[in-house]
T-cell receptor, first 111, second 114 residues
Framework: DAKTTQPNSMESNEEEPVHLPCNHSTISGTDYIHWYRQLPSQGPEYVIHGLTSNVNNRMASLAIAEDRKSSTLILHRATLRDAAVYYCILRKGSTLGRLYFGRGTQLTVWP | DAGVTQSPTHLIKTRGQQVTLRCSPISGHKSVSWYQQVLGQGPQFIFQYYEKEERGRGNFPDRFSARQFPNYSSELNVNALLLGDSALYLC?????????????FGDGTRLSIL
């Protein structure tokens, strides 16, 4: 399975934008890029996913590089509730729905 | 609407015992997956079931088994418990077994082995 690389940790101030990077240089043409986050003492929560084009939803935006070897999850205005571990995951058609998590990025949001 | 529910929320067992964890998916979801999350690491895939059939298995020993019932709920069984089985066990459900559907997670069962 294609591997993703994320920084171990990032920090932000409340109400500032946050850009969480993810490198996936071995991505294949059929891999979707998914982001999940895990708040303390909770299960992971789906955030967003995309294939080639940038995507927006109520939670975040996903910017995908033109060569698809990297992507960035954008939180437009961080809140204290956004403090979580963020996971960037590639999903292949052969994995039948299973997710392969790395260590993710621990996001700290300061008031 | 109710999300994914797991029971119990916490459990303490001793080495060598057996444990059964339960999961109820979101109504209408036919796929259930199980994950193990050791402290400080991301969740690791254990099993996926879809329409009561096993569709995938992660790199876990045969002591781990699971099943899915006609109502799509699921159980995870672990025999001969080891100290290393102490972890958060997560259940996730999705509409179908395909790759694109987002998975919805419960808050897990915290299993402690003494």
């Amino acid at each position: 399975d294609a591997k993703t690389t994320q920084p171990n940790s990032m920090e932000s101030n409340e109400e500032e934008p946050v850009h969480l990077p993810c490198n996936h240089s071995t991505i294949s043409g059929t891999d979707y890029i998914h982001w999940y986050r895990q708040l303390p003492s909770q299960g992971p929560e789906y955030v967003i996913h995309g294939l080639t084009s940038n995507v927006n939803n109520r939670m975040a935006s996903l910017a995908i590089a033109e060569d698809r070897k990297s992507s960035t999850l954008i939180l437009h205005r961080a809140t204290l509730r956004d403090a979580a571990v963020y996971y960037c995951i590639l999903r292949k058609g052969s994995t039948l729905g299973r997710l392969y998590f790395g260590r993710g990025t621990q996001l700290t949001v300061w008031p | 609407d109710a999300g994914v529910t797991q029971s119990p929320t916490h459990l303490i067992k001793t080495r060598g015992q057996q444990v059964t964890l339960r999961c109820s998916p979101i109504s209408g979801h036919k796929s259930v997956s199980w994950y193990q999350q050791v402290l400080g690491q991301g969740p690791q895939f254990i099993f996926q079931y879809y329409e009561k059939e096993e569709r995938g298995r992660g790199n876990f020993p045969d002591r781990f088994s699971a099943r899915q019932f006609p109502n799509y709920s699921s159980e995870l069984n672990v025999n001969a418990l080891l100290l290393g089985d102490s972890a958060l066990y997560l259940c996730a459900s999705s509409l179908a077994g395909t790759d694109i559907q987002p998975q919805h997670f419960g808050d897990g069962t915290r299993l402690s082995i003494l």
